[in-house]
């Protein structure tokens, strides 16, 4: 896997002419296009291009039947089963429409051969990025989103509600944007046009740090994360009532909110997939606890620092990631190979010496920057239940270190 920078999928967008005026097509983006939907169904694509190297092209509905999706989106995106009947309306919409979008940025390619869309991988190496972790194809979408409404002349409508951020100036964007789209495309109603106006301001809001659009309407508070996904709740209705006296992750489990495990399972083996293939493409493989009884051992083992089991909400975090040796893994971070059980004077070693890798990723510019200081501050206020480290300057490894060694230390 070619590890992507932010340039190179500006490079990437800028080999291409995405004018709908030229064009005509309304479905560069669609309802589904959501960042975790768009992630998920370019990592069933290129998890179906791994187990069938010999078949070029494919359909929505072989990506949809295939073992790998049938498996994780089932149960994530609580989807009926793809073997019944009558899912094959709502499973086509699930994937066709990111597929469409896929294909009209030229990260995949349509052939139409009579009334069905054949589809085949054209980048691969952008089609990975985007499949590896809702961020990725968040930003993927952002700076799309971004040249589709360059190239055919309208970004001037949301720099405009961007920077004045009035109803006026949503009105003036949200009509704007329908008006062309009736005017350039086969859509010729307005209800239809609104549905697309979300998923194309939202995340250019999010990216501004800005207020976008909710229920039709321009949002009371700027737009949050949570606010783009498919499969999230808003938090802000979901801690509307929480009781002073519970914590967020308390009253999350207690109102049934709290991360599922099918989602918890399907990101962590995302992650884990991810950190084993950074670990050999950057540090070859080498482990990151320096032991030199077993230095020449490759890291083939990832081990989670809190265990996934405890700590669903942080299972995914790279920074909660780590490449140990079988050795390691097995005998001195599990003692006696027993997975259930966790040595805490081992997890501190593997939480310094994760600070350390850390901070020498961040400080490489030549690295994929996959990791985030409060990221890893987040890990370890959730798995020490130590809110000092949310006031922890931004980078002070230092400071991170001590304070991990002085929760250890009581």
Same mark, same amino acid.
């Given at each position: 896997?070619?590890?992507?920078? $932010?340039?190179?999928?500006?490079?990437?967008?800028?080999?291409?002419?995405?004018?709908?005026?030229?064009?005509?097509?309304?479905?560069?983006?669609?309802?589904?296009?959501?960042?975790?939907?768009?992630?998920?169904?370019?990592?069933?694509?290129?998890?179906?291009?791994?187990?069938?190297?010999?078949?070029?092209?494919?359909?929505?509905?072989?990506?949809? &039947?295939?073992?790998?999706?049938?498996?994780?989106?089932?149960?994530?995106?609580?989807?009926?089963?793809?073997?019944?009947?009558?899912?094959?309306?709502?499973?086509?919409?699930?994937?066709?429409? !990111?597929?469409?979008?896929?294909?009209?940025?030229?990260?995949?390619?349509?052939?139409?051969?009579?009334?069905?869309?054949?589809?085949?991988?054209?980048?691969?190496?952008?089609?990975?990025?985007?499949?590896?972790?809702?961020?990725?194809?968040?930003?993927?979408?952002?700076?799309?989103?971004?040249?589709?409404?360059?190239?055919?002349?309208?970004?001037?409508?949301?720099?405009?509600?961007?920077?004045?951020?009035?109803?006026?100036?949503?009105?003036?964007?949200?009509?704007?944007?329908?008006?062309?789209?009736?005017?350039?495309?086969?859509?010729?109603?307005?209800?239809?046009?609104?549905?697309?106006?979300?998923?194309?301001?939202?995340?250019?809001?999010?990216?501004?740090?800005?207020?976008?659009?909710?229920?039709?309407?321009?949002?009371?508070?700027?737009?949050?994360? $949570?606010?783009?996904?498919?499969?999230?709740?808003?938090?802000?209705?979901?801690?509307?009532?929480?009781?002073?006296?519970?914590?967020?992750?308390?009253?999350?489990?207690?109102?049934?909110?709290?991360?599922?495990?099918?989602?918890?399972?399907?990101?962590?083996?995302?992650?884990?997939?991810?950190?084993?293939?950074?670990?050999?493409?950057?540090?070859?493989?080498?482990?990151?606890?320096?032991?030199? &009884?077993?230095?020449?051992?490759?890291?083939?083992?990832?081990?989670?620092?809190?265990?996934?089991?405890?700590? !669903?909400?942080?299972?995914?975090?790279?920074?909660?990631?780590?490449?140990?040796? !079988?050795?390691?893994?097995?005998?001195?971070?599990?003692?006696?190979?027993?997975? &259930?059980?966790?040595?805490?004077?081992?997890?501190?070693?593997?939480?310094?010496?994760?600070?350390?890798?850390?901070?020498?990723?961040?400080?490489?510019?030549?690295?994929?920057?996959?990791?985030?200081?409060?990221?890893?501050?987040?890990?370890?206020?959730?798995?020490?239940?130590?809110?000092?480290?949310?006031?922890?300057?931004?980078?002070?490894?230092?400071?991170?270190?001590?304070?991990?060694?002085?929760?250890?230390? &009581?």
């Amino acid at each position: 896997m070619r590890w992507l920078k $932010d340039q190179d999928i500006k490079d990437f967008l800028s080999q291409h002419n995405y004018d709908i005026r030229k064009t005509g097509n309304a479905r560069w983006i669609d309802q589904k296009c959501a960042a975790d939907v768009v992630t998920i169904v370019s990592d069933c694509i290129v998890q179906y291009a791994e187990h069938n190297p010999d078949t070029e092209y494919f359909t929505s509905m072989d990506i949809w &039947r295939d073992e790998y999706t049938i498996e994780n989106v089932e149960a994530i995106f609580k989807k009926p089963n793809p073997g019944e009947e009558m899912a094959r309306n709502e499973y086509d919409k699930f994937f066709q429409q !990111p597929m469409e979008m896929l294909a009209y940025a030229g990260v995949i390619r349509k052939d139409k051969r009579g009334g069905r869309n054949f589809y085949a991988i054209a980048n691969r190496d952008v089609l990975e990025y985007i499949s590896i972790r809702e961020p990725n194809a968040l930003k993927f979408l952002q700076l799309y989103i971004s040249k589709v409404l360059s190239d055919s002349g309208i970004k001037y409508l949301f720099d405009d509600f961007f920077d004045k951020q009035s109803k006026i100036a949503y009105e003036e964007m949200k009509d704007g944007f329908s008006n062309f789209t009736i005017a350039n495309t086969k859509i010729n109603g307005v209800v239809e046009c609104n549905r697309i106006f979300i998923k194309v301001l939202n995340p250019l809001a999010f990216q501004n740090n800005k207020r976008g659009t909710e229920r039709g309407r321009l949002s009371k508070y700027k737009i949050t994360y $949570d606010m783009l996904m498919y499969n999230r709740n808003n938090f802000r209705d979901i801690y509307a009532d929480k009781p002073k006296g519970l914590t967020r992750r308390q009253y999350a489990v207690q109102i049934g909110h709290d991360l599922m495990p099918q989602l918890s399972t399907y990101l962590s083996q995302k992650a884990k997939r991810l950190m084993r293939s950074f670990n050999d493409s950057f540090r070859d493989g080498k482990t990151e606890v320096f032991d030199e &009884r077993h230095i020449a051992d490759l890291a083939t083992h990832i081990h989670h620092i809190f265990p996934e089991a405890d700590y !669903p909400a942080i299972c995914a975090y790279l920074e909660n990631l780590i490449a140990l040796t !079988p050795t390691q893994h097995l005998n001195f971070a599990h003692p006696n190979g027993n997975t &259930r059980k966790i040595d805490p004077a081992y997890q501190q070693i593997c939480l310094i010496a994760k600070a350390e890798t850390i901070k020498e990723t961040i400080a490489d510019e030549n690295r994929e920057q996959i990791y985030d200081f409060s990221n890893f501050m987040y890990v370890l206020f959730v798995g020490l239940e130590n809110e000092a480290f949310l006031e922890i300057e931004d980078g002070d490894f230092d400071d991170a270190v001590s304070a991990i060694n002085l929760a250890y230390a &009581r």
